[in-house]
């Protein structure tokens, strides 16, 4: 099973990025994590991070083109704002977990709403970088 972990914007600033919300560890700290898991499966982990939407959107269409078979996205700040990220996912039909560091649910106004949990497989918010953890576990049990 191919599975891509997918970020937006500003996670490469994990772990000096308001640590008061987002905590210590860095982005790579967690895909070192998520690949230890994985060693005990039959899975190839692919990550990718980027600032950029138009990016994030050509991962996605990457990842139906190599026949991947779920996604992890923590789509950060654009959890809010971005129809075309959501039209992707939709277009490739990939079943995806979607992550939130942060509760977003009790954050600001702006911040409650997700363009992504209606077509989500499962949601992982305010589980802090262990969200990326449970994700990956469900993704791999789901099969």
Same mark, same amino acid.
């Given at each position: 099973? +191919?599975? *891509?972990?997918?970020?937006?914007?500003?996670? =490469? *600033?994990?772990?000096?990025?308001?640590?008061?919300?987002? /905590?210590?560890?860095?982005? &790579?700290?967690? !895909?070192? $994590?998520? +690949? $230890?898991?994985? &060693?005990?499966? !039959?899975?190839?982990?692919?990550?990718?991070?980027?600032?950029? &939407?138009?990016?994030?959107? #050509?991962?996605?269409?990457?990842?139906?083109?190599?026949?991947?078979?779920?996604?992890?996205? =923590?789509?950060? /700040?654009?959890?809010?704002?971005?129809?075309?990220?959501?039209?992707?996912?939709?277009?490739? $039909?990939?079943?995806?977990?979607?992550?939130?560091?942060?509760?977003?649910?009790?954050? &600001?106004?702006?911040?409650?709403?997700?363009?992504?949990?209606?077509?989500? $497989?499962?949601?992982?918010? /305010?589980? /802090?970088?262990?969200?990326?953890?449970?994700?990956?576990? #469900?993704?791999? +049990?789901?099969?």
């Amino acid at each position: 099973m +191919k599975i *891509l972990v997918l970020n937006g914007p500003n996670l =490469n *600033l994990l772990g000096i990025r308001e640590e008061d919300v987002y /905590g210590s560890e860095t982005l &790579e700290e967690i !895909e070192l $994590k998520l +690949k $230890k898991i994985v &060693e005990e499966s !039959e899975c190839e982990l692919n990550f990718f991070q980027s600032n950029a &939407e138009h990016e994030l959107i #050509e991962a996605i269409h990457d990842a139906y083109k190599s026949n991947t078979n779920k996604i992890i996205f =923590n789509p950060a /700040g654009y959890t809010h704002t971005s129809v075309a990220l959501r039209d992707a996912l939709l277009a490739v $039909k990939i079943p995806f977990f979607e992550v939130h560091i942060s509760d977003i649910e009790s954050r &600001e106004d702006f911040r409650q709403k997700s363009y992504f949990s209606d077509i989500a $497989k499962k949601v992982f918010s /305010g589980h /802090g970088t262990d969200g990326y953890t449970l994700a990956l576990k #469900e993704a791999i +049990k789901d099969k």
